[in-house]
């Protein structure tokens, strides 16, 4: 960063870089940049999500009653369709976050590199399977 | 010479922290937010999570995630504000926001896990 600053201000022998102003909203102009915008605004649901678990847990705390306010809270329209729209950013999330896993990570096998398709299906079975286990812990009746 | 910079540790909890929220948000969030409240399915009794919020393994996990989902969204939302909003003029002011708030978001966490009765 301070190297850009350097290099940005005036000196005798470099003038100043030609850099056009770029709009504050730049992002708006294409599809791949609004979902590139959306995809980093997804982290702002992640937080509000673990706000929502660490309420969940003051309330189971504090006991029974406590808890029911809780759930009482959860089913106020505003808190839901809050919470729509978070289930809809966390997906969005894990599949954009799944889908660049096999750039993130190079797995080799035997000296060749393992095929992309290969890691983000294990990604996904992965998330199923967990999915899976917390339903089954949550729901069992 | 260059310092040191803390930027790789940032990034390491962020990617950790992606991977965390990637894997378990979704779906408590389909379940508590959504399937339980509009009564798709029937949520778990206060008992039966009680029961299973005692568990260290199981508190453990939820630590673990807070924390690292909280500094995910740090450094995310950092550059979302760098990056798509331009405000860079900021930068000090962004840095102290976005890493004090997952910092006391988990102190909180450990807090209230570490007191669960």
Redesign the interface.
Known sequence: MSETKRTTAYTEYHPRWYRKD?S?WW?LGRWPYLKF?LR??S??F??W??????L???S??RG?QA??DF?KW??NPLI?LL??I??FF??F??VT??NLAPS?MVVRFRGKRVPAFLIMSANYA??AA??LV??W???R? | MAKQSNEPVLWALF?A???A??????????????A???GW????P?DH??S??RLPLVRLG?FA??FL??F??A???R??LYD???IKHLNELIFFCCYG?AVF?TV??GY??W???
Do not use: D, M
């Not at chain 1, 999500?49 to 660490?54: A, C, D, G």
């Not at chain 2, 929220?21 to 959504?34: E, S, T």
């Not at chain 2, 399915?41 to 778990?44: A, E, F, L, N, V």
């Open positions: 770029v504050t992002w915008i980093e605004i982290s702002v992640v937080a999500s673990v706000v929502v678990l660490l969940q847990l003051r189971l705390s029974p808890y029911a759930e959860l089913r839901l919470n729509l978070t289930l966390v997906v999330h894990a976050w799944f993130a992965a998330w967990i999915s917390v339903v812990f949550l729901v009746s | 990617s922290g992606g991977v929220a990637a894997f378990v948000i979704p779906v408590y969030l389909l379940l508590f937010g959504v339980f409240p509009l399915i029937s949520g778990p206060y999570l009680v299973l919020f939820l995630v807070c989902a909280l995910h969204w450094h995310r939302f550059y979302t798509g909003l331009q708030g978001g909180l966490a209230l896990l007191n669960f009765k």
